[in-house]
């Protein structure tokens, strides 16, 4: 019953991170608070799941339908990259239950905070994998020049106010049209090369900052855990005379 209970949890916040993805705007505060909320809720619940399902064809099954529940927002879109990027996250997440596993098998007595620190960042990174992919995807070239161009602003801004003090903002206005106009004068091949290089850069550049993502899920799953021990939801048990294992 437990068991069952937290396969569909874990379902629903696959839901709905999958839902914050396909709805996610980078303009948008709401979006991207509702985007933040649904990765933090996710990771939180796959922690207890990789601790807690002993079963590897359980454990692959909830990881398969965590995987069904991220696309199915994107069901009337689907493409190669969607289903691609969707297996990536199923093998990662399958992956990172497995690497719990054995480190709790390595493990004589139960260190929660130091077995699920591994853990989140591999399931992190397959989310922040699919994230991406899914949202690079969506961009057509004018939108990466576009942002490129914002991005560069103020640094253009300050070169020519040093250099150049008398350029008029017309002129300036004028150079980018004309270097965004350049730009989208490459051959294709090209552009989806730098489509491609800007989804890498996004990649890594969230990764970085994603410690302190890391950070509050370690915080809240540890709170949780503590309260799941009290309640004696879960419980530690000694499989040896001098080893622990985590369990309903």
Same mark, same amino acid.
């Given at each position: 019953?437990? =068991?069952?209970?937290?396969?569909?949890?874990?379902?629903?916040?696959? #839901?709905?991170?999958?839902?914050?993805?396909?709805?996610?705007?980078?303009?948008? @505060?709401?979006?991207?608070?509702?985007?933040?909320?649904?990765?933090? =809720?996710?990771?939180?619940?796959?922690? @207890?799941?990789?601790?807690?399902?002993?079963?590897?064809?359980?454990?692959?099954?909830?990881?398969?339908?965590?995987?069904?529940?991220?696309?199915?927002?994107?069901?009337?879109? =689907?493409?190669?990259?969607? +289903?691609?990027?969707?297996?990536?996250?199923?093998?990662?997440?399958?992956?990172?239950? =497995?690497?719990?596993?054995?480190?709790?098998?390595?493990?004589?007595?139960?260190?929660?905070?130091?077995?699920?620190?591994?853990?989140?960042?591999?399931?992190?990174?397959?989310?922040? #994998?699919?994230?991406?992919?899914?949202?690079?995807?969506?961009?057509?070239?004018?939108?990466?020049?576009?942002?490129?161009?914002?991005?560069?602003?103020?640094?253009?801004?300050?070169?020519?106010?040093?250099?150049?003090?008398?350029?008029?903002?017309?002129?300036?206005?004028?150079?980018?049209?004309?270097?965004?106009?350049? #730009?989208?004068?490459?051959?294709?091949?090209?552009?989806?090369?730098? +489509?491609?290089?800007?989804?890498?850069?996004? /990649?890594?550049?969230?990764?970085?900052?994603?410690?302190?993502?890391?950070?509050?899920?370690?915080?809240?799953?540890?709170?949780?855990?503590?309260?799941? #021990?009290?309640?004696?939801?879960?419980?530690?048990?000694?499989?040896?005379?001098?080893?622990?294992?985590?369990? /309903?």
């Amino acid at each position: 019953m437990k =068991l069952t209970g937290l396969s569909v949890v874990a379902t629903a916040a696959a #839901l709905f991170f999958g839902y914050a993805v396909f709805i996610f705007s980078p303009l948008n @505060f709401k979006s991207l608070a509702l985007l933040i909320a649904g990765v933090i =809720l996710f990771l939180i619940i796959f922690i @207890f799941q990789a601790l807690l399902i002993r079963n590897l064809y359980v454990q692959a099954g909830v990881c398969f339908l965590e995987m069904i529940a991220i696309i199915t927002p994107f069901y009337k879109s =689907l493409s190669l990259l969607t +289903i691609s990027a969707a297996a990536a996250v199923f093998f990662m997440l399958f992956t990172a239950g =497995l690497n719990a596993r054995r480190r709790e098998k390595n493990t004589l007595k139960i260190d929660f905070p130091l077995m699920s620190k591994p853990t989140v960042s591999q399931a992190a990174t397959a989310l922040i #994998l699919f994230g991406v992919a899914i949202y690079a995807a969506s961009l057509s070239f004018q939108d990466v020049v576009n942002f490129v161009i914002k991005s560069g602003e103020p640094i253009l801004q300050n070169f020519t106010t040093q250099f150049m003090p008398i350029v008029p903002k017309a002129t300036f206005a004028q150079a980018q049209n004309l270097i965004s106009s350049k #730009l989208m004068e490459l051959p294709e091949n090209i552009k989806k090369y730098i +489509i491609l290089g800007f989804g890498v850069t996004a /990649f890594f550049t969230i990764k970085s900052l994603f410690f302190i993502i890391n950070w509050l899920v370690a915080i809240f799953s540890s709170f949780i855990y503590k309260i799941l #021990l009290a309640t004696k939801f879960i419980k530690v048990v000694p499989e040896e005379t001098t080893k622990e294992t985590i369990s /309903f």
